[in-house]
């Protein structure tokens, strides 16, 4: 089994990331949604990045709001809850090899590899895939590997995958990423026809290689973006 290489806390703001955490608690306790209560390692896996040095420098001081904030080139990062649910919904493992597609600051990537054994996250938006990099890189975070690139296709060189979480809303799942799914796997992505009215999804595979679908609540989400390269 891999053990997580993730680094130790950052006591640097740490009341500020005590407060999220109750931020999140509260919220999924009042969503009206089947997951009322966040697993527990999810939150101390929050609680433990400082998210404050994964965004950029001008929205620092609202990192740890419970709002999405812009981190350039017309990409947000979620708002925590949102971040603590996908994260929950995945049902990630120690030892786990997860697939990421949409880096953007390079949070998620962050706080799963407090979580798993090995993220594997992809960027398309080239410039942010670098400072993402280069930030985990910097933080620590041995077990995250970035590459910028169209996650539409997955990461085929790594697969298959324990769990794949989608960070951008795309109006059908990709048979790429489906495909790259190991057989007992959790994919979990927003899907749907209008970046307003999208679905928060969790595919499952089963053993036979079907897969089954459940809503858990509306949400929003930049766009999953395709290389326009042939």
């Known amino acids: 089994m891999l053990i997580s290489a993730a680094p130790a806390p950052v006591a640097e703001r740490a009341s500020e990331r005590e407060l999220m955490i109750l931020t999140i608690e509260n919220m999924a306790a009042t969503a ?14 929050m609680r433990r990045v400082p998210r404050h040095l994964l965004v950029p420098h001008e929205v620092r001081p609202e990192a740890y709001r419970n709002t999405p904030l812009p981190i350039g080139y017309d990409q947000t990062i979620s708002q925590p809850y949102i971040v603590a649910l996908m994260t929950d919904l995945l049902d990630a493992k120690p030892g786990h090899k997860v697939l990421e597609v949409g880096t953007g600051s390079g949070y998620q990537a962050a706080v799963l590899a407090h979580l798993v054994g090995q993220v594997y996250t992809i960027e398309i938006v080239e410039p942010l895939a ?16 970035v590459r910028a690139g169209d996650g539409y296709a997955g990461w085929p060189s790594q697969a298959p995958f324990d769990r794949i979480i989608v960070t951008a809303g795309a109006d059908h799942v990709p048979k790429p990423l489906v495909d790259q799914l190991k057989p007992g796997g959790i994919m979990v992505i927003p899907v749907g026809n209008n970046g307003n009215q999208l679905q928060l999804t969790v595919l499952s595979k089963d053993s036979k290689g ?15 973006v395709r290389s326009t390269r042939s």
């Open 32 to 45: 009206g949604t089947s997951h009322s209560r966040i697993d527990p390692k999810v939150l101390d896996a």
């Open 130 to 145: 670098k400072r993402a990099a280069g930030q985990l890189k910097a933080l620590g975070y041995d077990n995250v590997t």
């Open 210 to 224: 079907r897969i089954r679908k459940r809503g858990v609540l509306p949400v929003r989400f930049v766009p999953l």
